[in-house]
């Protein structure tokens, strides 16, 4: 799971990030709004906490982007002790949950994994295909079969499953899968896609993986 933390005061974004480490997050930060608003929007987090005030571009238009642009990122605001318009604003403009400044650390971690939580639970699944809990086989549903996937073709279903019909860039899939630092080339893409477009058939599934030209790639799931 990869988790942004957008906190200009660089002390406590450095305290959340090592304390979500702990829990084997993926973890980034991004310590005033522009940058924060640059790297939300690449759309690879699966969670983005989220302050509210911050120099640059505010948490709220922050969040006003993700939402415009159907990014799908769960996110966390942090507000200040007592401001409740912040955290109605937060709520009804679509943040998932929020936490009060000062808190405890170990609060914000149950809270970001009651939201990955829910977030696992709900994003495994698309059209006819379904990724078996506890388990790196791609079942099909209409069929009843199943195919093993190795742990990259995992990965890349994972985060196709969990943006069905939307086109994920080339750039989205290789930071969110192999990260940001990685030399993987998009030839190594290309040729995953292939493995697995090859296992969608070998199970019979109505899904495919298809090639938008200059964009990306998509998952369509078919009538299911």
């Not at 608003?37 to 302050?51: K, N, Q, S, T, V």
């Amino acid at each position: 799971m990869r988790i942004l933390v957008i906190e200009d005061e660089e002390t406590l974004a450095r305290l959340i990030e090592s304390r979500l480490k702990r829990e084997n997050y993926d973890v980034d930060v991004a310590l005033d709004g522009d940058t924060g608003l640059m790297e939300a929007l690449r759309g690879i987090y699966d969670l983005i906490i989220l302050d509210v005030m911050l120099p640059g571009t505010s948490g709220f238009d922050i969040l006003s982007a993700l939402k415009k642009q159907r990014i799908s990122s769960k996110v966390i605001m942090l507000t200040a002790r007592g401001a409740l318009e912040d955290r109605l604003h937060g709520l009804k403009a679509g943040a998932d949950d929020y936490v009060t400044k000062p808190f405890h650390l170990e609060e914000l971690a149950a809270r970001v994994s009651v939201q990955l939580r829910r977030e696992e639970e709900g994003r495994r699944t698309a059209g006819d295909l379904e990724l078996a809990d506890q388990s790196n086989l791609l079942v099909c549903r209409t069929t009843g079969k199943s195919i093993e996937l190795s742990a990259k073709e995992l990965a890349v279903m994972d985060y196709l499953l969990s943006h069905p019909q939307q086109i994920l860039s080339r750039d989205q899939i290789l930071d969110r899968v192999w990260g940001l630092d990685s030399d993987v080339t998009a030839n190594n893409l290309e040729a995953y896609l292939s493995f697995l477009r090859r296992k969608l058939q070998a199970i019979g599934s109505a899904a495919a993986i298809k090639a938008v030209r200059g964009l990306g790639y998509r998952l369509e799931t078919g009538n299911a």
